[in-house]
């Protein structure tokens, strides 16, 4: 990661462009992330639950365990490579905000929430079903926000 | 600054172990953990209808984790650069992409009828998820000094 060697990174004209290019993807990843959630896994109570355990009154065929644990391999992979990248271009650009510290631990928390969650919900009790809805909201927003947050303090001193 | 950095780092170590548990669970639940059950997945078993693998499907498979793996391990073992325990980098880097290599490239050997690959699938992905716990650890380790 050689923007965390740079000394001003607002005002390197080869790394902006790239982090800029880099941050908008990721912008672009999280709300399509939350279309292709709704429209196949779910986002809400009863489409999740339909999705995990299925519904006699509508033919719906539980998720299988393997479907399930490839779900969950895939999405742990995704989240570890874009949350790692991310939040280290938002501390390098926030290094002095006090809230940085306090978003970086939200988003990965509630990010490792969502999988634990839904794990358990499977394989343990439907009750904790809410959970991995508030962390998947909590998770998205917060890396939502790092992501605005990071392309107005890279873009704010607009020099090069 | 630092202190985001060390957060980040100790959050991305918890995903990767929430990874290997996944993949353990994912190879125990698609595969199974005996000789038999890799050699039954891979080569077909007649008595339960399950068709063999073909060379194409083992690649559709491997394609995305021959990129994952090369990715996940880069990524875990420069964080080794910064701590003392660099000097044993050298070795750790030519074990996991040894093992890695041995991990996914096995199946073909064993759709060509050597079942002796399907021990070193087995050995291969546990030894390489104990030296990937290893590696863990010593960044884990590193972090609170």
Redesign the interface.
Known sequence: MRF?LIKDIKRDNTMKPIINGLLLFTLLYLVSDFFVSYHSFGLFSQQLKNTLFGNMEEFIEPIS??AL??Y??TQ??F???L??TL??I???LC?KKRY??TL??TV??S??LT??ALAFTYFLTPLLLNLYIISYFTWHTAALFMVLISLWSLNRDSSV | MIQAYKYSILYFLLFSLLLLLSSALLFDAKIGLSIESILHYYQGDAKHFVAAKSFGGILKIILPHIFAFGLFMMVILHFVVFTKYKQQLHYLTLASFTLALLELFSPFFIIQGFEFFAYIKLVSLFTLEILLLYILYLLQKSIYL
């Open positions: 965390t365990k393997g644990l490839e969950l391999h742990i992979f989240m570890m490579m949350l790692l939040s280290a938002f501390a390098r290094s940085m510290l970086i631990n990965m928390l990010a490792i999988i634990i």
